[in-house]
């Protein structure tokens, strides 16, 4: 930014935004929302919400994972995030139990897919161990993959990862953090 | 000999954040405010456009000022077109944040011939060196420092 450069404002940078989508050249919408758990970085793509990402994430790494996996087109957009936003509010007031939102899997591998759309299957509230899961995606000897693929769940808090436990207990690790599982643990059982 | 691989291109958000103001710079001192906010659009609707395909993104702001400088082209060619004479003041223009630059200083720039123009609104509207001038006007830093050169003197000639 030198001195005598203008100002792109506020008004201008939106039309922009605006145009971009009608002419649907946003590949990747992008918000943040604040929340109990912290900020959330949103993502979109046409298809749905592609990832969710905690404040304990990079945001440049996020970005750029985005970037080099899906594409560039990446913009702040956040009314195509409207109906997240919403429901996010929801589920963290103790409103909201399951989400009905539009999922994009593209981040997503075929293992690591078929352990989240199975864990995406427990209800809120309850729990089950890595080896229940494995056991139910019919890979009963796999639940450290299960437990790797749970660790890197682009979409998190949405795709409930937090209700896998360990046996006996024990939380188990979390992708953003042992607090935030802890929180959303006892969001859903209060 | 390592494998080619893709550019890595940053996120277009950081793109738009890094140079939209450069961008505007260079087209309020090229077509004027009344037509730079279109050419704006357009020219950033461009390079989202074509951004996924882009090869060396090494120079992102030369890639858009190049991307400005065919829409400035169009927008001339436009309003060349158009039947009212464009000289003719717009009463119900609102003003600009740019209201504090000197008009006059523009009108005797769009004046110039057109090489010593780009020249001179790619160095001080857009603050650009003379390598990328060079680059945005496909000619040699050498000419491109003439260009300027030139540009100024006759612009100074102008104003005294």
């Known amino acids: 930014m030198t001195a005598n450069e203008a100002t792109v404002n506020q008004a201008l940078a939106s039309r922009f935004v605006d145009r971009a989508e009608a002419s649907g050249l946003i590949d990747v919408a992008v918000t943040t929302m604040d929340s109990p758990i912290g900020t959330l970085l949103l993502m979109a793509t046409r298809r749905g919400l592609v990832r969710v990402a905690f404040e304990s994430e990079n945001r440049d790494e996020v970005f750029g994972e985005v970037a080099t996996n899906l594409s560039p087109r990446i913009l702040e ?114 | 000999m390592s494998t080619v691989r893709p550019t890595q291109l940053p996120p277009f958000q950081r793109v738009f954040d890094d140079h939209s103001g450069a961008v505007l710079s260079f087209l309020l001192g090229a077509i004027g405010p009344s037509e730079a906010e279109d050419c704006f659009q357009e020219t950033m609707l461009s390079a989202l456009r074509a951004y996924p395909r882009l090869v060396d993104a090494t120079n992102l702001r030369g890639w858009l000022f190049t991307i400005a400088r065919r829409k400035v082209i169009d927008a001339r060619r436009a309003m060349a077109r158009r039947p009212t004479p464009i000289a003719d003041p717009d009463p119900g223009a609102a003003p600009t ?37 060079a680059e945005a006007m496909s000619t040699t830093q050498d000419s491109a420092r003439q260009s300027v050169h030139e540009g100024l003197k006759k612009l100074r000639r102008d104003r005294t």
């Open chain 1, 77 to 190: 957009a956040p009314r195509r995030l409207d109906p997240v936003r919403r429901e996010l509010d929801s589920y963290f007031s103790g409103r909201l139990q399951d989400f009905d939102l539009d999922l994009d899997w593209s981040l997503v591998g075929p293992f690591a897919q078929r352990v989240l759309r199975r864990t995406a299957r427990i209800p809120y509230g309850s729990v089950a161990s890595y080896g229940d899961v494995a056991h139910e995606i019919g890979s009963p000897r796999a639940a450290r993959a299960v437990g790797n693929a749970l660790g890197s769940n682009p979409i998190p808090v949405v795709v409930p990862c937090h209700r896998v436990v360990r046996t006996g207990g024990n939380i188990g690790g979390y992708g953003g953090g042992l607090p935030r599982k802890r929180w959303l643990l006892d969001l859903e059982t209060s």
């Open chain 2, 97 to 133: 944040a740019e209201s504090d630059i000197d008009e006059g200083l523009w009108d005797d720039v769009r004046s110039l011939p057109v090489k010593q123009r780009r020249a001179v609104v790619l160095r001080f509207a857009g603050d650009r060196s003379y390598p990328e001038i």
